[in-house]
């Protein structure tokens, strides 16, 4: 987990590359040709109009990033999918690995195909270029997802925006698609609205900036939609609102019983992390709408098992602020406050549950008073 944000692209220039075997050539690896050993840090070449693969995955880029970093370069050919699945299988390009994507376009088909590998193996996409080697020609540094590569795009489980000069083009498909390539069924599966590329078959492309793919749903910045869960009413109505994250799980539960009420977060970091956190935090507080909770209570930090739990009690009277709250947020902070560790978490998406939450606690207090008289 990172300190406060996680919500940065960052791009790391210490990367360091070395091409790696094509194995869409002639079969034999230039190492074996030239007498050398394969490094961890490698780089797959293809023809000019082949879609080619850098994978960066050396010891300072697996430091920084935690994974390795694969850039996907120009045209998406047919069998593009078919090499980068042999590169999946034999642990080249691992699970989880950040996906970088600079291509005009190509095979429609195949730009899907690659996107449901990104997706079966929790993959994030972003745009970007690779950097130069000795062995490897110059490749801009603007990049570009257009057309079928918007297509790979969206099979990221998280997507980043472009950043800087880099442009995303989506573009509708004409109407002569074959199922086998069903664009709309695909963009369903992979939780993006077709009507995002357009509805005029064979249209403009529409080049879209951070903000509008972000407000759309293509972009989503390392973080999925929240759920949420209402328990049945017992003693107490309870509702946990959860999101996943590149990060990992985020969860926020609130618990309403009649003498008031309790939010509590739990920020799944590993035990030894969050033993750490723990230990070295001065303090820690609740957020609502970026502004924390001021109650006069006490706000209790524990690690338990392989989170950081934060828990605070509340007067009943806040109840209808949290209910109309847009953001949450916990927190620990260590140095005096000048670093702080924790996560947000948008709620607009589980309105419905919250409200749902609400008559579950008026229900809760009506029932009380009743047993009362």
């Not at 091409?19 to 002639?26: C, F, K, M």
């Not at 509702?239 to 990060?247: A, C, F, H, L, Y």
């Amino acid at each position: 987990m990172q300190a406060v944000s996680t919500q940065r692209h960052v791009r790391f220039p210490f990367r360091r590359s070395i091409l790696l075997a094509s194995v869409l050539l002639a079969g034999v690896s230039p190492w074996q040709a030239h007498g050398e050993s394969p490094s961890r840090n490698s780089s797959q070449t293809a023809g000019s109009e082949q879609l080619a693969v850098q994978v960066n995955d050396d010891r300072m880029t697996i430091s920084v990033a935690k994974v390795p970093q694969v850039y996907l370069y120009g045209p998406i050919d047919a069998g593009a999918a078919q090499r980068v699945q042999s590169m999946i299988q034999s642990r080249k390009i691992p699970p989880n690995s950040d996906i970088y994507l600079n291509s005009p376009g190509g095979d429609v088909a195949a730009g899907i195909a690659l996107g449901r590998l990104f997706r079966a193996g929790n993959m994030t996409t972003h745009l970007g270029s690779p950097r130069k080697t000795a062995r490897q020609p110059v490749v801009p540094k603007s990049s570009q997802c257009v057309n079928a590569c918007a297509y790979a795009y969206a099979g990221g489980l998280f997507r980043w925006a472009p950043t800087g000069s880099d442009r995303f083009g989506a573009q509708p498909l004409p109407t002569t698609v074959t199922p086998a390539t069903d664009v709309a069924a695909y963009l369903h599966d992979m939780g993006v609205n077709p009507q995002v590329f357009g509805t005029t078959p064979g249209g403009e492309v529409t080049w879209l900036n951070a903000d509008q793919m972000l407000a759309n749903g293509l972009s989503n910045n390392g973080r999925l939609l929240p759920t949420a869960v209402n328990s049945p009413i017992t003693s107490v109505a309870s509702i946990s609102v959860t999101q996943m994250t590149r990060e990992g799980e985020h969860r926020i539960t609130l618990q309403c019983r009649p003498d008031g009420l309790t939010i509590t977060a739990y920020y799944a970091i590993g035990a030894d992390r969050a033993r750490q956190m723990v230990a070295r935090a001065t303090h820690s507080y609740f957020e609502i709408n970026d502004q924390p909770i001021n109650s006069g209570d006490r706000v209790n930090a524990s690690a338990v098992e392989q989170s950081v739990v934060v828990s605070q009690p509340l007067p009943m009277a806040q109840l209808n602020q949290l209910l109309s709250a847009h953001l949450m947020a916990a927190w620990l902070a260590d140095r005096g406050g000048a670093v702080r560790y924790g996560f947000w978490m948008p709620l607009d998406a589980v309105r419905k549950d919250l409200r749902t939450y609400g008559n579950n606690c008026e229900q809760l207090a009506k029932q009380t008073s009743a047993g009362k008289g």
